[in-house]
């Protein structure tokens, strides 16, 4: 195989390699968001209370919605 044919072959190689890597990576972290949510019922809780609003839990819970159809 000539140089430039190796040239072309890393290039191929290079860019394959990222698109797996891309979408292997895509895969594992909406995995680990599914698994560990970057927010949960507390903490909207406690940002609700801070904000003046004493919140129930209708309303927590259409937060918590809100959050789970914005992370799919």
């Known amino acids: 195989m000539n140089l430039f044919g190796q040239?072309?072959?890393?290039?191929?190689?290079?860019?394959i390699g990222?698109?797996?890597?891309?979408?292997l990576a895509r895969h594992f972290m909406q995995k680990y968001l599914?698994?560990?949510?970057?927010?949960n019922e507390q903490m909207i809780r406690t940002m609700m209370m801070q904000?003046?609003?004493t919140p129930s839990q209708k309303q927590?819970?259409?937060m918590m919605k809100a959050m789970a159809k914005y992370m799919d």
């Not at 990222?18 to 979408?23: A, E, H, N, S």
């Open 34 to 39: 599914k698994k560990n949510p970057p927010i």
């Open 60 to 62: 927590v819970n259409q």
């Open 51 to 53: 904000m003046g609003r």
């Open 18 to 23: 990222g698109i797996i890597g891309f979408f």
């Open 7 to 15: 040239i072309i072959a890393l290039l191929v190689g290079l860019i």
